[in-house]
């Protein structure tokens, strides 16, 4: 069974530092995404990280993928309080399949403070 | 087009009620998603539909139906719900191919008397 395991639960960060974010998972996927969620609202994608040494950045936000290790990271640079939200990271379970079965981290609630 | 809708965007409803939730996109994709997410967790898969075809049933009680009339469309009829069935709902699409990356709906917030 598949599990993912992000860390920080709670991360309070003041504005202009940086902080990473930690997504492990407990079996082969070469698929994991993360998501934002704001409170009370849907879910926006951030990343999707499709292979090995893959490695996105939109803004302040980076994300990373080893596939090896089971882990991939989010990077916050120079936080600022619009990035106060949750972050999910999300793995494909159905390994060489295509259902598209995510199974979530419990996410990560990120306050940026002045 | 590439916004998910859902309706109602809140929903109150007894015990013995009837009622269903509906979830639209327009991009094209083949993939549909049923979630329920509770407050302060992770969204948890119920139903995936691929090519308007049910390929996924995450265990979910039967009183929870879902529907997919087209490619377009996906539907969840609720009967006889329970108050711990109240959450947020959210669909979500996705193409068919390697990335799958799903895209969210705002979500229905379903309150169970």
């Known amino acids: 069974e598949l599990k993912v395991e992000q860390n920080p639960l709670f991360l309070s960060m003041q504005e202009g530092k940086n902080y990473t974010i930690y997504c492990n998972y407990s079996?082969?996927?070469?698929?994991l995404y993360w998501y934002r969620q704001d409170p009370g609202k849907s879910l926006e994608s951030l990343f999707v990280l499709l292979s090995n040494g893959a490695v996105k950045q939109e803004g302040r936000l980076m994300a990373s993928l080893d596939t090896k290790a089971r882990l991939s990271t989010l990077h916050i640079t120079a936080a600022v309080h619009d990035l106060s939200a949750t972050y999910f990271c999300a793995v494909d379970s159905n390994y060489g399949g295509s259902q598209g079965n995510l199974i979530f981290g419990k996410g990560t609630k990120l306050s940026v403070k002045p | 087009d590439t916004e998910v809708t859902q309706t109602p965007k809140h929903l109150v409803m007894g015990m013995t009620n009837k009622k269903s939730l509906k979830c639209e996109q327009h991009m094209g994709h083949r993939a549909m998603y049923w979630y329920k997410q509770k407050a302060k967790k992770p969204p948890e898969l119920m139903f995936v539909?691929?090519?308007?075809?049910?390929?996924i049933n995450e265990s979910v009680p039967s009183r929870f139906s879902p529907e997919c009339p087209n490619s377009s469309l996906l539907n969840l009829h609720l009967h006889a719900l329970q108050p711990e069935d109240s959450a947020l709902y959210l669909c979500a699409s996705s193409q068919e191919g390697y990335s799958l990356e799903q895209f969210f709906g705002p979500g229905t917030r379903l309150t169970v008397l």
């Open positions: 079996t082969t996927s070469d698929r």
């Open positions: 539909y691929s090519y308007e075809k049910l390929s």
